[in-house]
């Protein structure tokens, strides 16, 4: 059921999905938890309350025959689009250009951070509106300090000053997730990329963090999603 707050806005999703992937092939269709794991995106955006299109952006043929079977839209990308060099920034654009319609708001999902509660995608677009931002996205507290060496093999830090070291309790940062982003079709036109303007977050839990990209991830990502299955589906 769809939710009549915001009639006005036109809110689409997209997801983006390479069929070459080269650290784990074909990753976007291994299986996790019994589905491909592109399924938990498409379900993801198909349970918000707020999304009223998704897509799903692909080259690959069996990418997109199994999203249609999943009563979703589909984009053959280009593949010039499609290696690993292209941000998904580019993808993003070509998706939009094949939409004959006036897009308000765009959702960003990567299906190698599957682990999204229910309301997620709702949750973030609500933030976004409440708050006048232009972007959006969804971030990890990161309470880690970081170093990093020059062409001196010198080290310096990059987010605090040792001479006045916090407590770790009182130091906190934002690490980006890659699990969802918001923003305004205007700002995509304008910067070619998911984020510009006026830039909010949204926390999710420790356990959301993941990111898949060789069978060790796609194994651990299966472990966390079994024990928080009842919060994703």
């Not at 799903?56 to 979703?72: A, M, N, P, T, W």
């Not at 993003?92 to 997620?120: C, G, M, Q, W, Y």
């Not at 420790?206 to 589906?233: P, R, V, Y």
Request: proline letters at 3%; charged letters at 30%.
């Amino acid at each position: 059921m769809k939710d009549n707050q915001y009639p006005r806005l036109n809110i689409i999703c997209i997801i983006t999905a390479r069929g070459n992937s080269q650290r784990l092939k074909n990753k976007n269709l291994k299986i996790i938890n019994n589905k491909p794991l592109i399924y938990w995106s498409i379900n993801s955006a198909k349970n918000s309350k707020l999304v009223n299109k998704v897509i799903v952006s692909s080259e690959d043929d069996k990418i997109l025959r199994y999203s249609k079977r999943l009563d979703v839209q589909t984009v053959k990308r280009p593949k010039r689009l499609s290696n690993s060099i292209i941000m998904p920034d580019a993808a993003l654009v070509h998706a939009v250009s094949s939409i004959k319609e006036k897009i308000d708001l765009i959702v960003f999902l990567h299906p190698t951070s599957p682990l999204r509660k229910k309301n997620d995608i709702d949750n973030s677009i609500k933030i976004l509106i409440k708050n006048n931002y232009d972007s959006l996205l969804t971030v990890n507290i990161f309470k880690k300090f970081l170093w990093r060496k020059n062409k001196s093999n010198l080290a310096s830090p990059i987010n605090y000053n040792y001479l006045k070291r916090p407590r770790t309790q009182d130091f906190e940062n934002y690490c980006e997730n890659g699990s969802i982003y918001v923003f305004k079709n205007r700002i995509l036109q304008k910067n070619k990329n998911r984020l510009g303007g006026k830039v909010g977050l949204m926390i999710q839990e420790d356990w959301q963090f993941c990111d898949i990209n060789n069978s060790d991830d796609l194994k651990e990502t299966e472990i966390l999603m079994k024990k928080h299955l009842g919060k994703i589906e």
